[in-house]
T-cell receptor, first 112, second 115 residues
Framework: ETGVTQSPTHLIKTRGQQVTLRCSSQ?????VSWYQQALGQGPQFIFQ???????GRGNFPPRFSGLQFPNYSSELNVNALELDDSALYLC???????????FGPGTRLTVT | GESVGLHLPTLSVQEGDNSIINCAYS??????FIWYKQESGKGPQFIID?????DKRQGQRVTVLLNKTVKHLSLQIAATQPGDSAVYFC??????????????FGKGTMLLVSP
């Protein structure tokens, strides 16, 4: 196990709704990245938080937003859900900009 | 758990065979490369990594080869076991102008090992 936990494991939402996903990083890891993995695809970078600030963002619209808390846990929020948002959402933690990232088990989001 | 392997290239081998999984990466400025294993219903699990100043690195039963000339990575698994069945992704680490670094993943290959 990586020490990175995510909740919930599975979630079903309706188009137009909002969702919040949570990630608890490995102890001592102050950088958290979020990825979206569509079925049959590799993970795609959404954004990254370092010491409670977003310091990097991939090609995702503003309705994807996040937070990082003083204990370095993190949230991913998605507003106005679309069917194409159905995916496995992964978070990964690391210390600073160290190379090794440790992934959580993911949250499977289904939008109907 | 759900499948992460739909529509992926598939490599089928017999138990005990050696497996080779290939990956093309996109950014010549990438300085670090990782192979991940992803089993159904789980997050990616680190297997082995290599920095851009190396061309080969060996682990336990696994070897990664890096060819920067053609931007190609390969993962070799010796004596493949049924427990190796999973989807394998390569990822490249690239530094962005604003100072942070990101992982860019390849499309993945499903490895199926039959007893």
């Amino acid at each position: 196990e990586t020490g990175v936990t995510q909740s919930p494991t599975h979630l079903i939402k309706t188009r137009g709704q909002q969702v919040t996903l949570r990630c608890s990083s490995q102890s001592g890891h102050n950088t958290v990245s979020w990825y979206q993995q569509a079925l049959g695809q590799g993970p795609q970078f959404i954004f990254q938080y370092y010491r409670e600030e977003e310091n990097g963002r991939g090609n995702f619209p503003p309705r994807f937003s996040g937070l990082q808390f003083p204990n370095y846990s993190s949230e991913l929020n998605v507003n106005a859900l679309e069917l194409d948002d159905s995916a496995l959402y992964l978070c990964a933690s690391r210390r600073g900009q160290s190379y090794e990232q440790y992934f959580g088990p993911g949250t499977r989001l289904t939008v109907t | 758990g759900e499948s992460v392997g739909l529509h992926l290239p598939t490599l089928s081998v017999q138990e005990g065979d050696n497996s080779i999984i290939n990956c093309a990466y996109s950014n010549s400025a990438s300085d670090y490369f990782i192979w991940y294993k992803q089993e159904s219903g789980k997050g990616p699990q680190f297997i082995i990594d290599i920095r851009s100043n190396m061309d080969k690195r060996q682990g336990q039963r696994v070897t990664v080869l890096l060819n920067k000339t053609v931007k190609h990575l390969s993962l070799q698994i010796a004596a493949t076991q049924p427990g190796d069945s999973a989807v394998y992704f390569c990822a490249e680490n690239t530094h962005q102008n604003s100072g942070y670094s990101t992982l860019t993943f390849g499309k993945g290959t499903m490895l199926l090992v039959s007893p």
